[in-house]
């Protein structure tokens, strides 16, 4: 009788597959930004690999800027989890502390390019310092349009509009910064390796 | 409390949806307009601008190089100061000429005008889906290509002239400002085009895939999409994935240009002066650049083959031969797109080694795109052919993949390129089956789907006579054109009169130009069979082809979201034309099994009991959002 079952649910024909089509917009959008940093980290070894390279050890505060970033993702995390449960006052503190963290984070890139000047690293020169600044910068650029995709969550959050029935912008949105960290700690990780 | 707000936010959206329904003003409905097939249309005559600029600027160089000692003063009214007063062409402008030309014809008219234009108007029409998933990042694709049309045909009229250094633009000469009068402002405003265009492919690419996977209609499967829908999905995924690597080579060539870093450059003399930049590599931007540029050829050809699939197979009264191997094919070329992109550079000092392995991987394309050749003409046989214009182009596009595709073979050979590479026999080469079968795909998509975009047709005898005196056009002169390259005439000479070698095919090079000019002179058969059409043509039935694809089951003008009422269920693949016992020889994709019990196969009408399953399925219906 099962097995009867089971077969008349394969013969009934494939539901066309629906996502939302908005989140699916999303992850194309991030497939593009891997393959741009893809490219770039696959520049910088086939240069690395002639040769004429300057060598430097990167700044401790790229370590700390990581760990910011991280912490800002968990946050980002227990926003979308105080959204799923209407919990809204937790809602408001974890995406603003989400928020906060980003700026830190992006402050922080930027001592740290500072801190690189000091180190006589600098973005016209030997291209293996030029590439640093190019990461960097590339991703804290991306970092910016993801504050910026933060903020309207943020707002729609302190208007109550985020709530267990109305996820899709904050899914989006922590899909989003997600992918940033993830991407910076790849980023990080490459630089570290390949110095 | 969160139910309420539910309740609101529902409410919101019935508001947002009866807003569609408005009445819309002249820039909602003409301008910004959201609606895919009015894009379509923007594409479609930006492109054709585009074409008219692209070939024109061919033609004067074809007349500089054909015609040596001709007088251009005539053409001083257009090109001013680029003539000498002797009535000569000024050789800095004959190079950013054929620049022009390249970056024109490959980007604006075969990538935007081509892509743009046909993926915006069948992939909803033939899916049966309202619109694009985003009509918003739609509009927005189509102005970022407008915003970089302009760029670029401001740049044509700078005193410096426009970017000179090849459509490939490689460094240092595209780098270095004391190259050359075109890498100056001229390469700053191509840069910022580019940056620009690929933005907008982007965003109408990442439109084009989800609106192909998540907006189908009811039982409209995979493996029943028409194979214009699987080439716009291939190419639109291959440009996801090459294009931000273009703009990766760009970024870095705009780095180099304007801040002074040395991603490119490296140990340079200038009158005797060290430039200060060190430890550059100007073979790292080839590969990036031919990162893309070999994925851009099939983003170019891809369209034109789905739709020559679609035209030849409606056209020879026939299924398609091969379905299933015509998606494969495809695929695998897509694959194989990425991974040969190094066959452009064998003569940049490369491992021979690794030139084997390019080599290597270049020539297996010849086994798909074998298949789809032999798939169109076994499609083609013993079919009850009917010769429209789309017809004869989609045959001519055939015959131009298969001869251009041959000298492919010869170049994809890494020895053989090295007497090869950069002469006049790579340009016949890629003109044959990239150039020309693109265009060709172009015109078959214009003159097959023109009823549908303007409710009138194209007139037939105009179109027949534009096809032939293309077709031939574009063998009179590509062909000897392999000649003169195989004689070791390279690319980008500003004239051939001073050397011994070239002198004895003068008269070739002469007969090609004359060629080009009458092929020149055939397309305005077509603007004015196009234009004149468009306002007077004769009123088009709503399936003048007799097609089987969901676009000519929407009224013949379609409305804003294409069918009045519901969008209509899919129930078999679009290629059943003649099939045995049934009483026309076209059965429409949403006429189910039901109704044609005369000519079903023993499995069809097995899948008659899944009728009702298809109809109660769910689907994303813009206009039923939640």
């Known amino acids: ?195 | 409390m969160s139910a309420i707000e539910g309740l609101e936010t529902a409410h919101h959206h019935d508001t947002e949806h009866e807003h569609h329904h408005e009445a819309q003003n002249f820039w909602q409905k003409y301008i910004f307009c959201e609606d895919h097939k009015v894009i379509a249309k923007q594409y479609l005559i930006t492109g054709i601008m585009w074409a008219v600029i692209g070939i024109s600027m061919s033609i004067v160089f074809r007349i500089q190089l054909g015609l040596p000692d001709s007088n251009l003063s005539w053409l001083k009214p257009v090109l001013g100061g680029w003539i000498s007063d002797a009535g000569k062409l000024d050789p800095n402008f004959y190079l950013a000429l054929v620049t022009m030309h390249g970056t024109i014809m490959v980007f604006f008219v075969l990538t935007a005008g081509l892509s743009g234009t046909f993926s915006n108007f069948l992939i909803p029409l033939q899916i049966g889906a309202r619109d694009m998933a985003s009509g918003f990042m739609n509009m927005l694709s189509y102005w970022f290509f407008f915003l970089a049309s302009v760029i670029m045909f401001a740049s044509l009229f700078l005193q410096t002239g426009p970017a000179a250094g090849g459509w490939v633009i490689y460094p240092p000469l595209s780098a270095l400002p004391q190259a050359h009068p075109g890498s100056g402002m001229g390469m700053t405003l191509w840069l910022a085009s580019m940056a620009l265009f690929i933005v907008s492919q982007l965003l109408g690419g990442i439109n084009y895939i989800t609106t192909v996977i998540n907006l189908r209609t009811r039982g409209m499967s995979f493996d029943r999409l028409p194979l214009t829908i699987w080439s716009f999905l291939i190419t639109a995924v291959l440009g996801l994935i090459s294009f931000p690597v273009l703009l990766s080579s760009v970024l870095l060539l705009i780095f180099d240009r304007h801040f002074g870093t040395s991603f490119y450059l490296s140990d340079i003399y200038i009158n005797g002066e060290a430039l200060p930049n060190v430890g550059g590599s100007p073979i790292l931007f080839q590969h990036l650049f031919w990162f893309l540029g070999h994925p851009e050829v099939y983003i170019v050809l891809l369209p034109g083959l789905g739709i020559t699939s679609e035209v030849i197979a409606t056209n020879s009264r026939k299924p398609i031969f091969g379905y299933r191997a015509m998606i494969a094919s495809m695929l695998g070329i897509a694959f194989l797109a990425f991974i040969v992109w190094a066959h452009h550079m064998f003569v940049t000092g490369m491992n021979p080694f690794l030139g084997s392995v390019f080599m290597f991987l270049t020539l297996i394309i010849a086994v798909p795109s074998a298949v789809k050749g032999f798939n169109y003409i076994t499609t083609l046989w013993k079919g009850n052919i009917v010769f429209t214009p789309g017809m004869l182009f989609s045959i001519g596009l055939v015959s131009l993949f298969v001869s251009g595709g041959l000298t492919g073979i010869i170049l994809g050979n890494s020895a053989l390129d090295i007497q090869l590479h950069d002469t006049y026999f790579v340009v016949a080469h890629f003109h044959l089956v990239m150039g020309a079968a693109s265009a060709f795909g172009l015109f078959a998509g214009v003159y097959h789907w023109f009823p549908k975009m303007f409710g009138r047709m194209m007139n037939t005898t105009l179109g027949q006579i534009h096809f032939w005196l293309t077709f031939i056009g574009i063998y009179l002169v590509f062909i000897p054109m392999h000649y003169v390259g195989i004689a070791g005439f390279p690319r980008r000479y500003y004239q051939f009169t001073s050397y011994d070698f070239t002198h004895k095919f003068m008269d070739m090079n002469m007969f090609i130009s004359i060629a080009a000019i009458l092929s020149f002179l055939a397309q305005f058969i077509f603007l004015w069979n196009f234009f004149y059409s468009i306002f007077k043509g004769r009123r088009a039935p709503q399936n003048p082809w007799r097609s089987n694809t969901l676009e000519w089951t929407a009224p013949v003008n379609p409305g804003h979201g294409n069918w009045v009422g519901e969008i209509p269920a899919v129930y078999r693949w679009s290629y059943d034309y003649s099939k045995p016992g049934a009483k026309e020889d076209f059965i429409p994709q949403n006429i189910p099994y039901s109704q044609t019990l005369e000519s079903n196969f023993p499995h069809e009408n097995e899948l008659i009991a899944n009728e009702k399953a298809i109809e109660s399925q769910n689907y994303n219906d813009q206009f039923n959002a939640h």
């Open chain 1, 1 to 195: 009788m099962e097995s009867v079952q089971q077969y008349k649910v394969e013969r009934e024909p494939q539901e066309t597959l629906a996502m939302d089509p908005k989140k699916f917009i999303l992850w194309l959008f991030l497939v593009s930004i891997i393959m741009l940093f893809a490219s770039q980290t696959s520049a910088y070894l086939v240069r690395r690999a002639e040769g004429n390279w300057l060598e430097f050890e990167m700044p401790k505060i790229f370590w700390y800027s990581t760990a910011v970033l991280l912490v800002s993702s968990a946050a980002m995390q227990w926003a979308y989890f105080s959204a799923k449960k209407d919990l809204f006052k937790q809602l408001k503190i974890a995406i603003s502390i989400t928020f906060a963290l980003g700026l830190v984070f992006l402050w922080m890139q930027f001592e740290g390019w500072k801190q690189l000047v000091a180190m006589n690293v600098y973005f016209v020169g030997n291209p293996s310092g030029s590439f640093f600044y190019v990461f960097t910068g590339l991703h804290g650029f991306h970092i910016i349009s993801g504050l910026i995709v933060l903020l309207f969550s943020l707002t729609a959050a302190f208007n109550l509009r985020v709530h267990g029935k109305n996820l899709r912008r904050i899914q989006i949105c922590a899909t989003y910064w997600h992918f940033l960290d993830i991407l910076w700690l790849y980023l990080f990780v490459f630089l570290l390796t390949f110095n």
